[in-house]
């Protein structure tokens, strides 16, 4: 059975400290991994990886994918309270391309 | 641009009765998926819409739900009667392209609490 985790479930830190977010998944015919934000509402976009070991970054987040492995980790540094979501982990496989399946999430907090 | 909006924002109806949610995608975008999250658990895709047809619709639970795109522009899914289980947030995305590319873009969901 196709499978996507994330740790961990939550996370609370004070602004200025880093944190990373992992997401790790089993599933057959692995084309690409998702990283998507939900503030309140609707989860957007942030980052997606296909290929292993070449870093996507924006701004203070960056994320990488370990495609041996079998992983994928999100880095936020000197987080900000604008920071606090949930962050969604989801994958895409070759068989179905436009159907995702996602992690539970993290839900991060962060402190003023 | 406008984006994915969906109609109610929150729903509560009782056991057995009906509803029916409403997604209306970005314009021009060809394809529109379900997705649920049920509480505590992941998002779980529910089917895909390519223009008016159905593409997929194997994360469907059950007959209790239909869902359907006329014209291929905004779709609606009913649920008929509800039960206890189909408390959730229904998610809505679309996308222009479909492929390793593609992005899909959400909506703020529809809460829905059966009692």
């Known amino acids: 059975e196709d499978k996507v985790v994330q740790s961990p479930l939550s996370l609370v830190v004070h602004e200025g400290d880093t944190v990373t977010l992992n997401c790790s998944y089993e599933?057959?015919?692995?084309?690409?991994l998702l990283w998507y934000k939900q503030e309140k509402k609707a989860p957007t976009f942030l980052f997606m990886l296909t290929s292993s070991g070449i870093e996507k970054k924006s701004g203070r987040l960056s994320s990488i994918l370990d495609k041996k492995e079998l992983f994928s980790i999100l880095n936020i540094t000197a987080t900000q309270t604008g920071d606090s979501a949930i962050y969604l982990c989801?994958?895409?496989?070759?068989?179905?391309?436009?159907?995702?399946?996602f992690g539970r999430g993290t839900q991060l907090t962060v402190w003023p | 641009e406008a984006g994915v909006t969906q109609f109610p924002s929150h729903s509560v109806i009782e056991k057995g009765q009906t509803v029916t949610l409403r997604c209306d995608p970005i314009s021009g975008h060809d394809n529109l998926y379900w997705y649920r999250r049920v509480m505590g658990k992941e998002i779980k895709f529910l089917l895909h819409?390519?223009?008016?047809?159905?593409?997929?619709e194997s994360g469907m639970p059950n007959n209790r739900f239909l869902a359907e795109r006329t014209g291929g522009t905004y779709s609606t899914l009913k649920v008929q009667p509800a039960e206890l289980e189909d408390s959730g947030v229904y998610f809505c995305?679309?996308?222009?392209?479909?492929?390793?590319?593609?992005?899909?873009?959400f909506g703020s969901g529809t809460q829905l609490s059966v009692l």
């Open positions: 989801a994958v895409r496989k070759g068989s179905t391309l436009g159907r995702l399946y």
């Open positions: 995305a679309s996308s222009q392209d479909e492929g390793i590319g593609e992005k899909l873009f």
């Open positions: 599933v057959t015919n692995f084309r690409s």
């Open positions: 819409f390519v223009k008016e047809s159905k593409q997929d």
